[in-house]
């Protein structure tokens, strides 16, 4: 910061310490650019981006950046913005060919002992279960954590200490399941994703993608499960037509134990699972 960098790249709140501590000075920036605005908001880095901006000179070009575009987002865009040129780009939304994706149909009161119950299964490794809120990862990290199932939860309202310490659990394997909104699924690079179950149905059919495709990396294999209430049939829908795929339904049934058939790599028996049970009346989610 001494030398004056042409280029500084930082989190806000990292950003708002420099300053503080006048090893940064915003006074002659001429370029500012917000990536992922929309997870900035989710991750509760509001009042830090204001105080950024705040110090920036008036004249300047900004350029915000943000896979969707909600409300807050636009709100956020206009209160700093002036006259801007928006520029959107709608991606064919593609899931990677080695992601098995299921559906399960069940009611919103069922889901928490489904859940219970396919982690019996030793052959969900290693797991992220996407929840639509932070109250509900907390609740659902509970009920495992309960069930004595090593669990850590990551959301907007962790400390950066608390988010730092659940990824380096799930990364050496002392937590098997992580337990996240979708703050996590465009910032968690973790190797080794057995599974992805979604608790929650995502609103965005780009959320969805974003979220299953945690695992099946680098040319691994994986699955992606989801629990669909009644309330989620539309969006179940929603997320088939932009993929322009159906997603495969299966019967609310007990996994496999592990004494019955132990899988030879993670997520091998859940797949048999599914695999046997496709000629059996498996149905169109359509």
Request: with cysteine.
């Amino acid at each position: 910061m001494r030398r004056g960098p042409d280029i500084v790249v930082g989190t806000p709140g990292r950003i708002r310490d420099l300053m503080g501590t006048k090893h940064l000075r915003l006074d002659q920036v001429t370029h500012f650019v917000l990536d992922e605005a929309d997870r900035m908001l989710d991750l509760g880095f509001i009042r830090d981006i204001r105080h950024v901006v705040a110090a920036l000179p008036a004249r300047r070009q900004s350029m915000l950046f943000s896979a969707t575009m909600p409300a807050e987002v636009g709100q956020l865009a206009n209160s700093f913005l002036r006259d801007p040129l928006r520029v959107e780009v709608t991606p064919e939304i593609r899931t990677p060919e080695k992601i098995e994706q299921h559906v399960h149909f069940v009611d919103t009161s069922g889901k928490r002992a489904l859940l219970t119950r396919l982690l019996e299964d030793p052959g969900l490794a290693r797991v992220i279960v996407f929840t639509r809120t932070k109250h509900g990862a907390n609740k659902v990290a509970g009920v495992l954590e309960n069930a004595g199932i090593q669990v850590n939860a990551i959301h907007g309202n962790k400390s950066q200490p608390q988010r730092e310490k659940a990824l380096r659990d799930f990364r050496s394997g002392r937590a098997r399941v992580l337990v996240a909104t979708d703050i996590a699924a465009r910032g968690i690079d973790v190797t080794g994703i057995s599974h992805v179950i979604n608790f929650d149905l995502p609103v965005e059919a780009e959320s969805y993608v974003h979220r299953i495709g945690r695992t099946a990396r680098a040319g691994a294999a994986g699955i992606a499960i989801s629990f669909c209430d009644p309330s989620e049939r539309g969006v179940l829908r929603q997320i088939e037509r932009q993929m322009n795929q159906t997603i495969a339904v299966v019967g609310d049934t007990p996994p496999m134990t592990h004494q019955q058939n132990r899988p030879s790599a993670p997520g091998q028996a859940q797949r048999r699972r599914y695999n046997d049970r496709g000629n059996r009346g498996m149905r169109s989610a359509a």
